[in-house]
């Protein structure tokens, strides 16, 4: 027997293995997919040459196999972190679309993040209790702000310090800065729009690898723009390259991977839970694993589907379901409302070194220092500003002299900058099980029922047109504008599906992130958030996650679970 099981081994499932094993517990890490070594597993190595198709991905292999992503972000040297939709279904009800998108693998989806890491605010963790939506956070901002401090000093983020309410300062490395191009984007946005602010993308990268990063081999980050086929160097924070190789190092913690977890074994004698089955996803075979604790990390609509999959006759609803809320409240950011343009007038005679891993952020405005128009809460953007250019002589006739001059020339600024917009718990925006369809491995299918609603769709709207404002204050053309949010779940940022909450008749964990109805089982991927704030997430789980595994382990300690 272990003394914890984490499943899932990805962004929240690695600093929970971390945390727990540093605190002296023997865990076991069960991964569905398959096993991946840092270095050895990534495509960063590949040189241009070695790339198939130019880094397309075959048409058919698309339709067939990649449904949900298409053509967004499937490349030839990123193929192999992605879920195939067809090996793996889910149903959406018509008209209601639905973007699961997965990886399968050791590390999970902390190998293809985007690595911005933002906390949440003050604001944030009252908006449920101020607006009526949702649940009230059990917990407020000045719990869980020193375990961000705590998460940040460890994974290593690029930032800097702003002062703004809504948008808390955290433990920063030297911020990734910006270019001339965005420092004339921000001057003229803060000129025009005095309440808000331009500043650096906060990325998870680190700009100058402190010691205890490379303890870990990590070393600081190369500007190749090549983070989304793994990072050899470590200069990102993954599972695979920081929070599993911490907990290795304590010699407590098991990693197994192609185990399929199908549900969690709950004593109705004592209330606990005392381990989990899994099926092996290549075999089929079945095996029990046993834990005094058990934390689910499996995301937030993988852990939706084990807790309702987990049903016994004291729990007919599922495990820790008494309130009827798992899996309901999922949620996910308004994303694709984007805004390009072109500056003509920008800096003739510059441009920049390397390809930096992040941009520039627009923090939050709306309704925090500017009213929002029909809506409540609120969005922020990210983007950049990058000099056209250097490829001027491409698919044009030419030779000699005049062909290599016209090479050379840059051409103007061109900016694009992306809404992400806070989506409201709803419990009618639900993950269920399939009463008759399974997938290969005997376990019922998910279904998901989401859509965006009233207050999305006025957010939306506001989103385009202040994007378009602020690129015209900053004398840009506008030259693209979106015509509504993308999918729900394309933004690749679901949670909800067991909320946090004070109440046990209307939410799923406390504010340890314990389950209400069973003290031995913690949940601290996004199926935990009760909202979802307009920020990146990740960074949020990550410490939640750390908080948790400090609260697990003294409550082993004092034998009270």
Partial sequence: MFDAIVVGSGMSGGMSAKELCERGLKVLVIERGRNMVHGESYTDGLRPWEVPNAGMVPEEDLARHYKIQKDSFITAPTQQYWVKDDEN??????GKPFAWIRGYHLGGRSIMWGRQSYRLSAQDFEANATD?????????YDDLAPWYSHVEKFIGVAGSKEG?????????????????GELMFKAGVEKAFPTRKVIPGRTANLSVAQPHHEELGRTSCQARSLCDRGCSYGAYHSSLSSSLPAAERTGNLTIITDQIVHSVI???????VTGVRTIDQNTRAGKTFEAKVVFLNASTIGTAQILLNSKSEAMPRGLANGSDMVGRNLMDHLFALSVAGIFPGGP????????????LYIPRFRNVTEA???FVRGYGYQGGVSRMGWRAGMGQPGIGAELKARARKLGPWFSYISGFGEMLPNPDNRVTLSPTKKDQWGIPVVEVNCQHGPNERAMSKQ??????????????????????????????????TACMGKDPKTSVLNKYNQAHEVPNLFITDGAAMASSGCQNPSLTYMALSARAAHHASEFLKAGTI
Avoid: C
Wanted: a negative charge; zero cysteines.
């Fill in 372 to 374: 929002g128009d029909g």
């Fill in 348 to 359: 003739q005679d510059s441009f920049y070194h390397g390809r930096r891993p992040n941009g």
């Fill in 266 to 272: 709950h004593d109705p004698k004592t209330g606990k």
């Fill in 132 to 140: 009526g939506h949702g649940s009230d956070w059990p917990i407020r």
């Fill in 89 to 94: 279904p889910y149903e959406t009800p018509v």
């Fill in 463 to 496: 989103i385009l047109e202040d994007g378009q404002a602020m690129m015209k204050a900053a004398g840009g053309i506008v030259i693209s504008v979106a015509k509504e949010p993308g999918d729900p779940g394309l933004a690749i940022h679901e949670m909800g």
């Fill in 164 to 180: 703004l309410p809504q948008l808390p300062d955290g433990e920063f490395l030297p911020a990734f800065g910006l270019n001339d």
